[in-house]
């Protein structure tokens, strides 16, 4: 089965600088990879899609790369706010809608 | 627009009790999602749903787990009986189906199982 891992230690950074977060999987590629925020006590929220054959993409303040040869995805949010503080998860699709969630990175953004 | 809809959002019972929640999506959202989320994990997929057909299940554990999709559109997910490894967060997520999609989830029911 595929193996999905995201940061378990949370990240704490300083309010205006740039957090990245990493999600890492095994076995093969999916057909494109999500990212969710997700709030204490309440559902993930999409953020970002990108799909297989692309490299990159942003929206706002938030970038998403990936790399299919390091089986990897990295997620960046540039001058970070406190409002950023929460937990982020990548999900992965494949078979069109079957999704596969990472146990997600706590990020903690400092004033 | 209304987001999607779970009830209850809390609910505490003794081991080998049922449970139902209940899960109103998106209106027009074809592909439904029922999730279980354990403490510091991510979302674990139970059970999909295109309009009233579950296309994927073999997540859900059958022998105490069944859920339904009547007319395709608001859906139910029961335990029966629960054991003290259910509690968790239920979480429903619907989108549109296709390709690309992204899932819109409700607050979750957060189950305890005492």
């Known amino acids: 089965s595929q193996k999905i891992e995201q940061n378990s230690e949370a990240l704490n950074i300083q309010e205006g600088k740039t957090a990245t977060l990493t999600c890492n999987y095994t076995?093969?590629?999916?057909?494109?990879l999500q990212w969710y925020r997700q709030d204490p006590g309440r559902g993930p929220v999409f953020l970002l899609l990108i799909r297989e054959n692309e490299k990159e993409k942003r929206k706002e303040r938030l970038k998403v790369t990936f790399d299919t040869t390091l089986k990897q995805s990295l997620f960046h949010i540039t001058a970070s706010q406190p409002a950023d503080s929460a937990t982020y998860l990548c999900?992965?699709?494949?078979?069109?809608?079957?999704?596969?969630f990472g146990s997600g990175t706590k990020l903690n953004v400092k004033p | 627009e209304a987001g999607v809809v779970q009830s209850p959002r809390y609910k505490i019972i003794e081991k080998k009790q049922p449970v139902a929640f209940w899960c109103n999506p998106i209106?027009?959202?074809?592909?439904l999602y029922w999730y279980r989320q354990n403490l510091g994990q991510g979302p674990e997929l139970l059970i999909r749903y295109e309009n009233e057909e579950a296309v994927d299940d073999s997540q859900l554990p059958k022998d105490r787990f069944s859920a339904e999709r009547l007319k395709g559109v608001d859906s139910t997910l029961k335990i029966q009986p629960a054991e003290l490894g259910d509690s968790a967060v239920y979480l429903c997520?619907?989108?549109?189906?296709?390709?690309?999609?992204?899932?819109?989830f409700g607050p979750g029911t957060r189950l305890t199982v005492l």
């Open positions: 076995n093969y590629s999916p057909a494109y």
């Open positions: 209106s027009g959202h074809n592909t």
């Open positions: 999900a992965l699709a494949y078979n069109f809608n079957k999704f596969y």
């Open positions: 997520a619907s989108s549109f189906g296709g390709r690309d999609n992204e899932q819109f």
